[in-house]
């Protein structure tokens, strides 16, 4: 465990992942602007995104998940699928560690920053949203202690389960080492599980079995990246 832990702090000070935060700045603000501009562009329409806070809140949800899903696309890209291509993965097998914990550290490290960063923009676009509403008053039902905890329980759960799906595109990036194949998988796999099919506010991440079985599905491929060191995508 220690070697793991030691193994992500050197993949964050030698990738610089710091710097990955400013990114996540841009896309808050993004997201934030497009929020608003939802709000004020379809206010008084029957179907009126911003008119419940079940709404509100999944509409929210959504847009993270898609942000953040491609942004970990990008980020599989930089730490594993760029150092095969490059051949500097193969450098990094040669140093007296096991290879599957150098690819261990690097997915846990998605999976880590993919599920913070998504749980923090649900939190601050939430936030932002019920201070809004106290000063314009464009929900007008009241949200209770008992639903917000519920709310945050399901935000955790879907923050969860998209990281973990987000490890997908690892899959169809290490057939050729190809960082636009593994992008191309991101924007994808986004539009399969965050478009609406029912309104602005209906997905397939609604039906609570399909995003399970596709963040399993994102581990099964982590876990058999790892299997396949010895083999394929090593020589």
């Given at each position: 465990m220690m070697t793991l832990l030691k193994l992500i702090r050197l993949e964050w000070r030698k990738h610089?992942?710091?710097?990955?935060f400013v990114g996540v700045g841009i896309a808050n603000i993004s997201?934030?602007?497009?929020?608003?501009?939802?709000?004020?562009?379809?206010r008084g329409a029957a179907d009126y995104?911003?008119?419940?806070?079940?709404?509100?809140?999944?509409?929210?949800d959504t847009i993270a998940r898609a942000v953040f899903i491609i942004f970990a696309g990008s980020l599989i890209s930089k730490l594993i699928i760029s150092e095969y291509r490059d051949k500097t993965m193969n450098v990094m097998f040669t140093y007296p560690i096991k290879r599957h914990k150098i690819i261990a550290a690097k997915l846990i490290l998605v999976f880590i920053f993919t599920f913070a960063m998504i749980m923090f923009t649900d939190i601050l676009m939430g936030t932002l949203l019920l201070a809004a509403n106290q000063?314009?008053?464009?929900?007008t039902e009241p949200l209770g202690s008992a639903a917000l905890g519920q709310l945050v329980l399901k935000y955790t759960i879907s923050s969860l389960s998209a990281a973990a799906m987000a490890l997908i595109p690892l899959f169809f990036g290490m057939r050729k080492h190809s960082v636009?194949?593994?992008?191309?998988?991101?924007?994808?796999?986004?539009?399969?599980?965050?478009?609406?099919?029912?309104g602005p506010t209906m997905s397939l991440n609604d039906i609570i079995v399909i995003p399970l079985t596709l963040g399993a599905i994102g581990l099964w491929i982590a876990a058999l990246s790892m299997v396949r060191l010895d083999t394929k995508d090593v020589n």
């Open positions: 610089r992942f710091a710097r990955n997201i934030l602007l497009f929020i608003i501009l939802i709000g004020i562009t379809e995104v911003l008119a419940n806070y079940h709404d509100a809140f999944i509409l929210i000063y314009y008053g464009f929900i636009t194949t593994t992008m191309v998988a991101s924007v994808l796999l986004v539009f399969i599980v965050c478009s609406g099919f029912g």
